[in-house]
Structures are given as C-alpha cells and as structure tokens.
C-alpha cells in the first residue's frame, strides 16, 4: 500500500467529505454530488483520486456508478498507524506470563478482519454477478400485460 497516495487523498476536505458520507452505504456519483453540494465533475474528480489510492470502490449498474468504501486499505493503514500508538488498555487485561498474545492479538485480529472484509467483497461480486444474469435472463421473457380485455 502506497501510503503517501493515501495520505495525499485524505488531505483535502473535499475527499473527505465524500468518505464521510460513504461512510454508511454506497452511494451514485449523483447522490454525492446532491449530499455534498458541489457540481458532478468536481465530486469525480475526487472519486478518481480517492479509487486511486484505494480508499474507495465503484461498481457499475448501467449508466450509474456506484461508490463505497474499501474496508481492507483502511484496516491496512490502521494497522500500519498502530506501530506508533501506545498499547492499548485492554492489553493490560491479558496476564503478563503470556506477552506474545497481547503483542500479536491486535495484528491478528486486524488480519482477521481484513480477510473477511476481501471475502465479503468476492461474495458481493458474485451475488452482483448472478443478479445480473438473472435479470437478463428474466428480460428475455415478455412483459406480461396487465389490464381487461375489451
């Protein structure tokens, strides 16, 4: 991970008010545009640099596109961020006669999470995949009419 690219996305307000608003769910380009007041191409322009640095990922549905954030590069940086933190207090709580769980349990756990974050983006491709064969496969199908006959 190239952290000065990160570094570089995260410091204008701009980007990080598109974070912070994907913060919940994925959002279009023209949601943004309305929750963040400013025009289509600036809110564009700061999508490319933040997918650019792998804070955030965009998936087509038509013309639409649809942005969220990348979960793994923010539990990456945060574990390349804790190295220069203080232990935290509830590593205190693990008995001294076993050091080398409290040492690696954060790492652990941040791998962890890490790895389902990358499994839950495979499986929500391939659920976006079979989705979307479906919906072809329906739309082959007349649309029944509704209404009497006269």
């Known amino acids: 991970?190239?952290?000065?690219?990160?570094?570089?996305a995260l410091a204008d307000p701009t980007r990080?008010?598109?974070?912070?608003?994907?913060?919940?769910?994925?959002?279009?380009v023209g949601s943004l545009v309305e929750a963040l007041g400013v025009s289509q191409p600036t809110v564009s322009k700061h999508?490319?640099?933040?997918?650019?640095?792998?804070?955030?990922?965009?998936?087509a549905d038509g013309q639409r596109r649809y942005y969220a954030l990348e979960p793994a590069t923010f539990l990456e940086l945060e574990t390349w961020l804790h190295r220069y933190l203080?232990?935290?207090?509830?590593?205190?709580l693990v008995p001294e006669h076993y050091p080398e769980q409290a040492a690696g349990s954060h790492?652990?756990?941040?791998?962890?999470?890490?790895?389902?974050a990358q499994l839950g983006r495979t499986v929500g491709r391939g659920l976006e995949q079979v989705t979307g064969r479906a919906?072809?496969?329906?739309?082959?199908?007349?649309k029944p009419k509704f209404g009497r006959k006269r």
Do not use: Y
């Not at 991970?1 to 570089?8: E, G, K, L, N, R």
């Not at 999508?47 to 998936?59: Q, Y």
């Not at 790492?107 to 389902?116: G, L, M, P």
């Open 16 to 28: 990080r008010r598109l974070l912070e608003a994907l913060r919940e769910d994925s959002c279009s």
């Open 135 to 142: 919906q072809d496969f329906l739309e082959r199908f007349p």
């Open 86 to 92: 203080p232990p935290a207090p509830a590593l205190a």
């Open 107 to 116: 790492e652990v756990a941040i791998q962890a999470t890490v790895a389902a």
């Open 47 to 59: 999508l490319k640099v933040l997918r650019e640095a792998g804070l955030v990922s965009m998936r």
């Open 1 to 8: 991970m190239a952290h000065d690219d990160i570094f570089s």
